[in-house]
RNA sequence: GCCCCGGUAGCUCAGUCGGAUAGAGCAACGGUUUCCUAAACCGUAGGUCGGAGGUUCGAAUCCUCUCCGGGGUACCA
């Protein structure tokens, strides 16, 4: 049951007798902003009134006489220039109350159109550690598979492995020159990891030293071209100072830039001369670039001995990745790699070919599109393929294998020209009905408004930052539970409590936010604890919990076989409405796959239900009949709250 | 150069399709605990929604211009 579909599915009878284009009206039926106007509003006697050249109020009117709701409406109020306010009935959310309560999905329809949706996400690269900048795809992207799954879709979760590219090359370069094998007996993947980041750091060397004159040589040319634009300023009079003093400002603020990351790269570079040992390495590893670069084309030519390394490595790495997975509770349908459409690419190349859809220019292979002038590489000049090609392969294996109606790609927003473009492209080669959507979010920023990294430049390990956020959580709980008279918790049972705050804490950070805005990482903040957080939803649940302890063995069978309830202080309304909207709220999530729908739902749930908490007793109400009732309306919010929580990914908790 | 995204309270952010007096959280200030978990609640204060025009009954939202910031832009993913 959904009210809202309810509503618009009684006005549109009415409005189709006034007018043809119904929908986009219908789509101005909304929750009421203020409460004090009802509990929905139809804003569509205004346009139609235009429409129709008629007073918007008299249009209204005549929509209020056809309209047929007094099943669980009032009788709808006209206001202001045309609002059409309804406000729902008493015993009408009572019955649905009661419906809600003793079904296990809270009212909640599955679809009555049910659809095949791959989602691609999460999808790091599995030779390194994963970070923080994993979090949004992963978490995104499970929030929508459990939405979309509980709503009847057949949902295909894939997380699309970097397992096949020249982060391999590194480590076989590395394990072929530098493992240290006692480490890398103990802890391969630790060793393995020491590997890629130190053979990144000779190749970053060399590539450095590369491009540090060329930029020396930049940014004295820039600087000449600041000092003859400030004489030009300086010369130029009226309309024209203007122009090129903006002219300059743009000069000056590159210079700046380029002279940043200069320093930031001398800084990189002396840190490598300073050390002598290190100095050596590099300096005996003159062509580590191009080195790297051949054990990969090796690896993918199907060379043994590399081959036989990397399926030594992939498991090993892979049993790391899961690691984190399995703490984060986060499962795939499917995890295919990129090595899984290895062998398929040379034929997608051909196919493009034939299909004349893609030519060769300046040696590379290019599908050119109308509407950018660069086209999409699916063939390197050197004869590799990009990841461009492994999306196509991916794309022609995902519509043979489930024929999907909507392919999600969970993706950092700045990769939406590529997906535009690969969108393109796959819709001339399928000529399918099939959905393509580019699920892009916002990077994940620093306190200084920067992409979050250490202090020295680093990426900020993903677990780690797990790990705080557990520590920082227990500490709390630890300190609230040894405030009370009698400490309630086993160790054992706070540091569960810890695990289940702490990973909440970091997912709905995430998920609350917009996910097209960048947005500020501040463990501090976030796990402060209380606020628009996790801890608080959690906390209201575990409110819940505490009653029903107190309230015996029975009550909460008792509870839910309650019929009739009592709703008479609007803190018991307004709980009401709220619980009967979770469906809503669930399609607000996959209009435009926005987590934070569902996060701004239970936030307003946990309010009510504190609300309600401080103005209504439950086990010294006063009336047994109101006793239940109030027993009944928590038992239903803490149902919506684990299950809306369950969606986004995180778990309760039966006390804190 | 071209393309995309953003600019909303001191800070971090919500704000679908144009709707009634622009909302939260944090921080600030004041209050609430003989009462089911105070990880809570109530109240106060805080805004020319970057700026200027325009569209209209009505604009944070749409259009034009402009300022500022971020990102992308032929062989990385």
């Known amino acids: ?42 804003n569509c006697a205004m346009p139609l009134g235009k429409q129709l050249g008629l007073p918007p109020r008299e249009v209204a009117q005549r929509l209020v006489d056809e309209l047929d709701v007094e099943e669980f409406c009032e009788q709808p109020e006209i206001a202001g220039p045309g609002f059409i306010n309804l406000r729902l009935k008493i015993d009408w959310l009572d019955a649905q109350l009661g419906a809600a309560l003793s079904d296990a999905r809270l009212g909640v329809d599955e679809t009555s159109s049910p659809t095949v949706v791959v ?6 690269n599995v030779a390194k550690p994963m970070h923080v900048g994993h979090i949004r795809s992963t978490v995104i992207g499970d929030c929508l598979a459990r939405v979309l799954r509980h709503l009847g879709h057949q ?46 750091r000779l190749v970053e060397f060399h590539a450095g030293k590369i491009k540090l004159p060329l930029q020396e040589e930049k940014i004295t040319q820039l600087e000449g071209q600041v000092n003859e634009q400030m004489s030009v300023c300086r010369d130029t009079d009226g309309k024209q100072k203007k122009k090129q003093e903006k002219l300059l400002r743009k000069q000056q603020s590159q210079l700046a830039q380029l002279r940043k990351e200069r320093d930031g790269l001398a800084a990189k570079l002396s840190q490598v001369t300073s050390d002598p040992d290190l100095l050596r390495v590099v300096e005996e590893h003159q062509g580590v670039g191009v080195a790297v670069l051949q054990e990969t084309v090796r690896l993918h030519a199907g060379d043994e001995t590399n081959l036989a390394l990397w399926n030594e490595f992939l498991p090993k790495c892979r049993e790391e990745i899961q690691r984190v ?23 997608v190349v051909d196919q493009f070919l034939d299909a004349g859809l893609a030519r060769e220019s300046e040696g590379a292979i290019c599908v050119f599109l109308e509407d950018w002038e ?3 590489i699916i063939r390197k000049k050197d004869g590799a393929f990009l990841y461009a090609t492994t999306d196509l392969a991916t794309i022609r294996y995902r519509m043979e294998t489930w024929q999907p109606d909507l392919m999600l790609y969970v993706v950092d927003h700045r990769q939406s020209e590529h997906f535009s473009k690969l969108f393109t492209t796959a819709r001339s080669w399928f000529k399918s009905e099939v959905e393509y959507r580019h699920v892009g979010f916002g990077t994940v920023l620093g306190r200084d408004g920067r992409p979050y990294r250490t202090r020295s430049g680093d990426t900020v390990g993903l677990e780690s930052l797990l790990d705080e956020a557990v520590a920082k959580a227990h500490a709390v709980v630890v300190e609230n539970d040894q405030r009370k008279p009698e400490p309630e918790m ?12 702490g990973h909440g804490a970091i997912k709905y950070a995430d998920l609350s936010h917009n996910r097209t805005s960048d947005y500020e990482f501040d463990t501090d903040k976030m796990l402060a604890l209380e606020g628009n957080t996790a801890t608080y939803l959690q906390y209201s649940y575990a409110r819940v919990q505490s009653i029903f302890r107190r309230a015996g ?29 979770f469906s809503e709220s669930l399609e607000e999530v996959l209009i435009d796959f926005r987590p934070n729908q569902l996060t701004d739902y239970l936030f307003k749930l946990a309010q009510m239900y504190s609300v309600f908490f401080e103005h209504c007793p439950v086990l010294k109400a006063e009336t047994d009949g109101l006793r239940h009732s109030r027993l009944a309306l928590s038992d239903l919010t803490s149902r919506a709250m684990k299950q809306g929580l369950a969606l986004l990914g995180i778990e309760v908790v039966e006390r804190m």
Do not use: C
């Open 1 to 42: 049951m959904n009210i809202l579909s309810l509503i618009r599915d009684r006005f549109r009878p009415a409005l189709s007798h006034l007018t043809e284009a119904v929908d986009p009206l219908l789509e101005m039926i909304r929750p009421a902003q203020d409460a004090s106007f009802g509990d929905y509003q139809a």
């Open 119 to 124: 989602i691609d996400y999460s999808s790091p």
């Open 155 to 200: 949902v295909i979760g894939d997380n699309h492995l970097g397992d096949w590219g020249t982060q391999f090359g590194m480590i076989i370069y590395g394990y072929k020159h530098f493992v240290n094998m006692s480490a890398y007996r103990e802890n391969p993947v630790m060793e393995l990891s020491r590997l890629y980041q130190y053979v990144n």
């Open 325 to 347: 997975y399995d703490r984060l509770d986060i499962h795939f349908d499917v995890e295919y790699g990129e090595s899984f459409y290895h062998d398929q690419l040379a034929e």
């Open 374 to 376: 660069a086209p999409m």
């Open 490 to 501: 086993s160790d054992e049972e706070r540091m569960q409590v810890a695990r289940v705050v």
């Open 553 to 581: 063995a029975e009550a909460r069978r008792h509870a839910q076989q309650v019929t009739t309830f009592d709703l008479g202080h609007p803190a018991e309304r307004a709980l009401a409405l709220q619980l009967l909207r």
